[in-house]
């Protein structure tokens, strides 16, 4: 519930969280939901960079980052209590995204509303991690 009431259900992840029940089924659809925004945002930032060679190196970096926190989006630490520690490993890759950017002074409006939307869905799959986790 807390889900629904945080994060509003136009958003693809509320929809899709409408079709699980359970705690682990919440979580485990809201992280395929979260690897799937991930894959898309990387490809998005991979597409940027081919229409804007100034800032190439910086966007090839951020599709990286993104392909990344794909393989932190996952329940495997539950039983070991790191569950909800590995997914914020993801955030921390689009925080490193978003620090290239600011530093290689590349202000693309579309990336920033990217990175926002992802963060959006990133935080649906964290606190359905955390809510499993206690």
């Known amino acids: 519930m807390y889900l629904f009431l945080n994060f ?5 992840a509320g929809v899709e ?4 029940s359970g705690k682990k089924a919440i979580a ?3 992280l395929a939901v ?6 898309a945002t990387s490809g998005f ?10 800032s190439k190196a910086v ?6 980052d993104f392909k990344e926190a794909v393989q932190f989006l996952n329940l495997k630490g539950l039983e070991g209590g790191t569950a909800s520690l590995d997914v914020h490993y993801a955030l921390d890759d689009a925080e490193s995204c978003e620090s290239a950017l600011s530093s290689g002074h590349v202000h693309i409006q579309s990336a920033t509303a990217r ?7 990133y935080s649906a799959a964290e ?3 955390i809510a499993l986790e206690n």
Do not use: D, H, M, Y
């Open 8 to 12: 509003p259900s136009q958003t693809e």
């Open 28 to 30: 485990e659809r809201a």
């Open 45 to 54: 930032f991979a597409g940027l960079a081919r229409r804007n060679p100034a």
């Open 59 to 64: 966007l090839e970096k951020c599709a990286a």
């Open 34 to 39: 979260a690897r799937k925004e991930s894959v």
């Open 115 to 121: 990175i926002q939307k992802w963060k959006t869905v």
């Open 127 to 129: 606190a359905a991690v």
């Open 17 to 20: 969280l409408v079709k699980a």
